[in-house]
C-alpha cells in the first residue's frame, strides 16, 4: 500500500484540496453492484449489476465467506439469518478468526445461542447501524469488503429495496478495520468491552481517500467525521441531475444544499422517502419548494441510503452516496454508521437506473391512487383548467406549477389548505405540451396536458 498526492478531491461545496490518497497496487479495485430488485435497464445500457435478487445477493455473501482464508470481521446492525451464520461459523472451524460487532438495540436472532467465534453487542447509547464485513485484511488480492444498506434479515434481502457493494482493496479494508477496532477496543481476538468506543466517544481515526480500480473514493464513519457536511459538499457538486432514495430523511443541511441546487442552478432533483412520518421529515419542505419528491409506497421498505450526481454524464464527474447512513440527525450525531463516496460514471448510472425504477413504480402507482381520486379537467384545455383533489387528501396543497418539455417551470403558484376546487388559468399559454405538478405534503403528483 502506498500515498499518492497527485489526485485532486472536491472535499467541500467551494473548495478544491490536495489529499493523502489510499492505494494497493497489488489489489484489482473490483467493485461488485448488487440490487434486491430489478433496475431500469433502458438506464442503464449496456451495463450490467454483478447481480439482482435475493438468492444472488446471499449466494454472494456466502460464497465470500466461504472463500475466506485468515480472518473476518464482521459489523452488522441485526441478523436473523442462520444461514450466514452458519457460514461464519463454519470459517471459524476451519481456523478463520471470526469476530463480530451487533447493535445492542436490534433483533439477533441468528446469533441465539452464542456462536463459538466472539460477539460484542454495542451502542447502548444509539444504534451499531452498519452493515460492513471485511474479509482477509492481511492478504492484498484476496481482501474483500462488503458494504451498502442490508441487514443480515429475512425481509431486508427479500422484500425491502437495498444496495450491496463488495470491494477488492486492501487499503479500504485495512480502513475499515481500523474502525471496526476501534468499536472492537482492541486488535486481539476477543474484544475488549472497557476500551470499546462507541458513537460519540470514537474518534476521527480513519483516512478517507483512496485510489480504487483507478477511480477516487472517499470513506467517512458517524459519528466521529462529520459526515453531513461529507455529504452537502458531493451533492453541491451537481451540474446536471441529483437524485436520492432514503429510508430517513430529517437533516435540514442537506435538504438546504438540494433547494439551492434547484432553486440558484437550475438542477433538477428528484427523491424517495420511506419514514414520511419521522419527526422532520424533509419531504414537505422539499416539495414546498417545488422539488420532485415522493414518500414511498407500501408494502416493501425503501431501505437504501443513496444518492447520486450528475449520472449519464460522464466529465461532470458522477458519483454516488451510499453505505448505511441515513440522512438523520442520529445518523450524525450518535450512530455508528459508515458512508462512501465513489467517483465513477458507470456505478453512478447503475445507482440512476435502479432509481428511476423505482421512481416509475411509484408515480405509476399514483396516476390513480384511491387517497387522490384527483379529476382534472377538461384535457386538452382551451383556457380554464379545473383541478378538484378529492375529499380523501392526505395533506395540505402547497403549490400549483406548470412545466414544458424542455424541464422550464413557466408557473408557479402557492395554494396552502385543501381546497375543493382550483382553477387556472391558461388563456395566454401558447398551445403544446406541458406537465402539471401538484405538490402537497404528502409527494408530487404530476399529469400530462394539452393545451389547444
Not at 474483500?144 to 457493494?165: K, Q
Request: proline share 6%; charged share 15%.
Amino acid at each position: 500500500m502506498f500515498f499518492n498526492r497527485n489526485f485532486w478531491m472536491p472535499l467541500s461545496a467551494s473548495l478544491l484540496a490536495v489529499c493523502l490518497y489510499a492505494q494497493t497496487p497489488s489489489s484489482s479495485g473490483a467493485i461488485e453492484i448488487y440490487f434486491s430488485h430489478p433496475i431500469d435497464e433502458g438506464t442503464a445500457g449496456d451495463l450490467k449489476p454483478a447481480g439482482i435478487g435475493y438468492p444472488i445477493m446471499l449466494n454472494a455473501m456466502i460464497g465470500r465467506i466461504n472463500q475466506a482464508e485468515q480472518q473476518i470481521d464482521v459489523a452488522m446492525y441485526n441478523n436473523n439469518r442462520s444461514d450466514i451464520t452458519n457460514a461464519l461459523k463454519a470459517a471459524q472451524a476451519r481456523g478463520v478468526r471470526v469476530r463480530y460487532i451487533a447493535a445492542a438495540a436490534a433483533s439477533n436472532s441468528a446469533l441465539s445461542p452464542p456462536p463459538a467465534f466472539p460477539v460484542l453487542y454495542g451502542n447502548t447509547e444509539a444504534l451499531m447501524h452498519n452493515k460492513f464485513m471485511i474479509i482477509d485484511p492481511d492478504l492484498p488480492a484476496k481482501t474483500w469488503v462488503m458494504t451498502g444498506s442490508v441487514n443480515w434479515t429475512t425481509t431486508n434481502l427479500i422484500a425491502d429495496h437495498n444496495n450491496l457493494l463488495f470491494i477488492q482493496d486492501q487499503a479500504l479494508a485495512k480502513a475499515y478495520q481500523a474502525e471496526f477496532e476501534e468499536m472492537w477496543g482492541g486488535v486481539g481476538a476477543q474484544p475488549v468491552p472497557a476500551n470499546a468506543r462507541f458513537g460519540s466517544t470514537k474518534t476521527n481515526n480513519t483516512p478517507h481517500n483512496f485510489v480504487i480500480g483507478g477511480k477516487m473514493a472517499q470513506l467517512w464513519f458517524s459519528p466521529s467525521d462529520g459526515v453531513t457536511d461529507q455529504i452537502v459538499g458531493a451533492l453541491a457538486t451537481a451540474n446536471h441531475s441529483a437524485d436520492f432514495a432514503l429510508f430517513s430523511f430529517t437533516k435540514n443541511e442537506i435538504g438546504d444544499i438540494l433547494v439551492d441546487l434547484y432553486d440558484d442552478t437550475g438542477v433538477p432533483v428528484r427523491g424517495m422517502i420511506e419514514n414520511t412520518s419521522d419527526l422532520g421529515c424533509e419531504l414537505g419542505y422539499l416539495a414546498a419548494q417545488g422539488l420532485s419528491v415522493y414518500g414511498h409506497l407500501p408494502p416493501a421498505d425503501l431501505h437504501h441510503k443513496y444518492g447520486v450526481v450528475d449520472a449519464g454524464y460522464p466529465a461532470s464527474q458522477p458519483l454516488v452516496v451510499t453505505g448505511s447512513h441515513n440522512w438523520s440527525n442520529a445518523a450524525e450525531t450518535v450512530n455508528d454508521e459508515n458512508t462512501l463516496i465513489l467517483y465513477d460514471a458507470d456505478i453512478a448510472l447503475l445507482y440512476k437506473a435502479e432509481f428511476n425504477q423505482r421512481l416509475s413504480e411509484i408515480v405509476t402507482a399514483e396516476k390513480t391512487p384511491a387517497t387522490r381520486r384527483w379529476q382534472i379537467f377538461p384535457n386538452p384545455v382551451t383556457d380554464h383548467l379545473t383541478l378538484e383533489p378529492g375529499t380523501a387528501l392526505i395533506g395540505d396543497i402547497l403549490r400549483v406549477e406548470i412545466w414544458d418539455l424542455t424541464g422550464r417551470r413557466l408557473r408557479s403558484e402557492r395554494v396552502g389548505g385543501r381546497p375543493e376546487r382550483m382553477e387556472l388559468n391558461l388563456q395566454t399559454a401558447p398551445p403544446g405540451q406541458y406537465v402539471l405538478k401538484i405538490i402537497a405534503q404528502d409527494g408530487v403528483f404530476s399529469v400530462p396536458i394539452q393545451k389547444i
